[in-house]
Antibody, heavy 123, light 110 residues
């Protein structure tokens, strides 16, 4: 079974940094693009970033571009999201999700998703 | 890129059919056949229900179907069941490239 387990969330002050991790199992991690999607409390889903499997092509939403960096370590089957200059509006549950393949383009759907990790930005 | 427009809520009785709309622009929904739909129960992760407008992943009931006309995509659930009560989100590939989600629709089974 494919499993995605996020970690690294927590409380951080505005302007601070946090690194999220997503440990993957049950599939050949390097053969699939991955993505991060977030959901603010009581709000809808917002796509954040994506990365291809082998080539490492990256894609970012405009709202976080320049502040967040997506990366992956295929030897550890782990996806990361480095978040800097955090703002209150970045408060959300962050989900990692698996794309259906590893093309050098932005996939438009993801399955499955992890259970998420909560990031709270507050002083 | 603005979010796609979904009705805040829809409702239906068991056995009935309901349709949730998802309206975008000619830069996203209207430009590509890359619309997907997700179901989310409270405090759970989203689950893929439809991809590429009208394709159902393995394991998803055939009571769920998707379609698109112009800048509006639709999710139809037939034979409504109590377990279908959840939030539903549409998503579309958009020029950039980027992905945009709808604001979500709360489905209530009466």
């Amino acid at each position: 079974d494919v499993q995605l387990l996020e970690s690294g969330g927590g409380l951080v002050q505005p302007g601070g940094s946090l690194r999220l991790s997503c440990a993957a199992s049950g599939f050949t991690f390097s053969s699939y693009a991955m993505s991060w999607v977030r959901q603010a409390p009581g709000k809808g889903l917002e796509w954040v970033s994506a990365i291809s499997g082998a080539s490492g092509n990256t894609y970012y939403a405009g709202s976080i571009k320049g502040r967040f960096t997506i990366s992956r370590d295929n030897s550890k089957s782990t996806l990361y999201l480095q978040m800097n200059s955090l703002r209150a509006e970045d408060t959300a549950v962050y989900y990692c999700a698996k794309a259906p393949g590893d093309g050098n383009f932005l996939y438009n759907w993801f399955d499955p998703w992890g259970q998420g990790t909560l990031v709270t930005v507050s002083s | 890129q603005s979010a796609l427009t979904q009705p805040a809520s829809v409702s239906g009785s068991p056995g009935q059919s309901i349709t949730i709309s998802c309206t975008g622009t000619n830069s996203d929904v209207g430009a590509y056949n890359y619309v997907s739909w997700y179901q989310q129960h409270p405090d759970k992760a989203p689950k893929l229900m439809i991809y590429d407008v009208g394709n159902r992943p393995s394991g998803v009931s055939n009571r769920f179907s998707g379609s698109k006309s112009g800048n509006t995509a639709s999710l139809t659930i037939s034979g409504l069941q109590a377990e279908d009560e959840a939030d539903y989100y549409c998503s579309s590939y958009a020029r950039g490239p980027t992905l945009v989600f709808g604001g979500g629709t709360k489905l209530t089974v009466l």
